[in-house]
């Protein structure tokens, strides 16, 4: 084993020197587009969690500061207890709490409106990979969500573990300038798959 290494030649940085960065513009796709191309991959970027005892606001907070509006909700061995959207937070669940049991807002938990595991659908990669990007448009319109997970199930164990989700709203992002603007804005995504296919 070799243990000494010769010196690998450097230079001063220069003054003004910019730094490499993901592109602001998402890649465009079309409806026929790998689904997989508009997958948020957790392999490459990090989901952004909140436990289950953290105050509903905080979690909203959360997502603002990292421009998401979903949050895995795990426990404290890692494992995911549920999810909670931001349409969860600003919606009817927190003021029908505080109605109900006379809580104030602030006391309320993420762990008391989020969404819980046997109510999560998801989606197998084995079945992502050969989709395209109208069968998530349609799936989530026909779940009336706005997000959806991708679990990869261990074939031995049958464990499953979430890869990645898929986002309306990064969708939307991805789609080009002339089908968004050829259909008005009170289509829906999956109205525009209807029409073009």
Not at 50 to 73: C, F, Q, S
Not at 93 to 115: C, K, L
Not at 124 to 145: C, F, K, P, T, Y
Request: glycine fraction near 4%; charge should be negative.
């Amino acid at each position: 084993m070799k243990n000494e290494f010769a010196e690998l030649p450097h230079i001063p940085l220069q003054p003004g020197t910019l730094f490499e960065h993901p592109p602001t513009n998402p890649e465009l796709v079309h409806l026929d587009s790998p689904a997989i191309e508009v997958m948020t991959d957790f392999r490459y970027v990090k989901p952004i969690t909140v436990t289950p005892n953290a105050p509903i606001d905080e979690a909203l907070d959360k997502m603002k500061i990292y421009g998401v509006r979903l949050l895995l909700v795990t426990d404290e061995a890692g494992q995911i207890a549920g999810l909670i959207t931001a349409r969860d937070i600003q919606g009817e669940a927190p003021i029908q709490v505080v109605n109900d049991e006379r809580v104030p807002r602030s006391n309320i938990t993420v762990a008391r409106i989020m969404s819980r595991p046997a109510a999560i659908a998801v989606l197998d990669m084995i079945s992502v990979r050969g989709a395209e990007v109208g069968h998530i448009i349609e799936i989530l319109n026909h779940l009336q969500r706005q997000h959806i997970l991708v679990v990869e199930t261990d074939e031995h164990s049958g464990n499953q573990r979430v890869r990645g989700l898929f986002s309306l709203t990064q969708i939307s992002k991805q789609l080009p300038d002339e089908l968004q603007e050829r259909y008005p804005s009170t289509h829906t995504l999956a109205q525009i798959v209807r029409d073009v296919t």
